[in-house]
């Protein structure tokens, strides 16, 4: 049985930081694309960044630069390092994985049950 389990989501102010961890198991992170999905309340779930090795990976415009995704494969656990987060960052955060590349929740065959980040003023 896969699955997965995120955690590191709270309240943090506007311009702070927040390290989420996403852990599989059931599987074989190696094997797959694993990404971050996000959704704000009464907003679509949303492409944050996917990791394919772990030096290849690809963002959302939004988070560029401030996100980066990260992963150890020998812990199937991948990451997601938050810097000067916003106010627009607050929102769920799901962890996906997938057999192929994609943007879209609909290219992810696993999901976590989400972490919440909230961003305050």
């Known amino acids: 049985q896969v699955e997965l389990v995120e955690s590191g989501g709270g309240l943090v102010e506007t311009g702070g930081s927040l390290k989420l961890s996403c852990v599989g198991s059931?599987?074989?992170?190696?094997?797959?694309?694993v990404a971050w999905f996000r959704q704000g309340f009464g907003a679509e779930r949303s492409f944050v960044a996917v990791?394919?090795?772990?030096?290849?990976?690809m963002y959302a415009e939004p988070v560029r630069g401030r996100f980066t995704i990260s992963r150890d494969n020998g812990e199937n656990t991948v990451f997601l390092h938050m810097n000067s987060l916003d106010i627009e960052d607050t929102a769920t955060y799901y962890c996906?994985?997938?057999?192929?590349?994609?943007?879209?929740?609909?290219?992810?065959?696993?999901w976590g049950q989400g972490t919440q980040v909230t961003v305050s003023s």
């Open positions: 996906a994985a997938g057999r192929i590349f994609g943007l879209q929740p609909t290219d992810y065959t696993y």
């Open positions: 990791s394919w090795t772990p030096g290849e990976s």
């Open positions: 059931g599987l074989r992170f190696g094997d797959y694309f």
